[in-house]
């Protein structure tokens, strides 16, 4: 079982950049598939970012803006997103699946969360 905490939340301006962290707990990252979500106030919880060992995917409205990566020695998965815009405004979810062997975008697919870090963009 693992533990995920998300920290470096905030608030910018429009195409100001942040870098989330998702510290991990109990397990090491690099055997689990790793994602980010982000959820707006009365909207579904959607997909941002993934990662499966070497493999990296992107949602169409954050792609070539952000980029999630990992160090394994710090056991922790960092989301970086640049050129915010005002729609991502949200809160950023980390979260962790067991099986490595395909990409996975649904929420349903993945077993633990964080609790969530507050992202605010302003125009």
């Known amino acids: 079982q693992v533990q995920l905490a998300e920290s470096g939340g905030g608030l910018v301006q429009a195409g100001g950049s942040l870098r989330l962290s998702c510290a991990a707990s109990?397990?090491?990252?690099?055997?689990?598939?790793m994602g980010w979500f982000r959820q707006a106030p009365g909207e579904e919880r959607t997909f941002v970012a993934g990662?499966?060992?070497?493999?990296?995917y992107y949602a169409d409205s954050v792609n070539g803006r952000f980029t999630i990566s990992r160090d394994n020695a710090k056991n922790t998965v960092y989301l970086e997103m640049n050129s915010l815009k005002a729609e991502d405004t949200a809160v950023y979810y980390c979260a962790a699946r067991g099986v490595l062997y395909a990409r996975a975008r649904d929420p349903s697919q993945y077993n633990y969360w964080g609790r969530g870090t507050q992202v605010t963009v302003s125009s």
């Open positions: 109990g397990r090491t990252v690099s055997t689990y598939a």
């Open positions: 990662i499966r060992r070497t493999d990296t």
